[in-house]
C-alpha cells in the first residue's frame, strides 16, 4: 500500500513540475489547463472500458503481424482469410494487430510515461490548476 502511495505521490510531482515548467515558459495556464483535462479524461474513460469485461459470446479471432515494409499489408491479409480459412472457422471477424519490430529508437530512449493505478489525472489537474492560478496572478 505503501507503495502505490509513493508511486502517485511521485506522479502529482512530475505533473505538477511539468505544468509549472510549461508555465515558466510563458504557456497559458488556463489553455495548459483545458488540453490537459481533456487529455486526462481521455486517460481516464480508456482505462475505465480496460476494466470492462469483455464478452463472452464473441465470435472474433485476433490474428498479431510483424510489420515489414515488403510485407503483407492488411488488406491482403484480409483477402487471403475470406477466401480460404472463413468459410472454414466459426468466426465472425477478424482483427489484424499489427506491430513493427523494435528499432534503434525504441531501445535507446523510453518516450511512454505510465499512470499510476488509482490516480485521477483529471482531479489532479483540478487541485494542481488554483496553485498554479495564484503563481501566476502574482507576476
Not at 47 to 59: G, T, V
Not at 61 to 82: A, E, M, R, T
Not at 115 to 122: A, E, G, R
Amino acid at each position: 500500500m505503501q507503495l502505490k502511495h509513493s508511486v502517485s505521490e511521485k506522479f502529482e510531482e512530475l505533473l505538477y513540475k511539468f505544468i509549472q515548467r510549461l508555465v515558466d515558459s510563458r504557456h497559458n495556464l488556463h489553455t495548459l489547463t483545458q488540453i490537459l483535462t481533456k487529455a486526462a479524461s481521455t486517460l481516464d474513460s480508456r482505462i475505465q472500458n480496460h476494466d470492462k469485461p469483455k464478452k463472452d459470446d464473441d465470435n472474433t479471432i485476433y490474428v498479431h503481424w510483424q510489420y515489414h515494409p515488403d510485407g503483407l499489408k492488411h488488406s491482403d491479409i484480409c483477402q487471403i482469410f475470406n477466401k480460404t480459412l472463413q468459410p472454414h472457422l466459426p468466426y465472425d471477424s477478424m482483427h489484424i494487430a499489427i506491430s513493427r519490430p523494435k528499432n534503434l529508437r525504441d531501445m535507446l530512449s523510453k518516450s511512454v510515461l505510465t499512470l499510476p493505478n488509482n490516480v485521477n489525472t483529471h482531479d489532479l489537474i483540478k487541485t494542481i490548476s488554483p496553485v498554479e492560478n495564484q503563481n501566476t496572478n502574482s507576476t
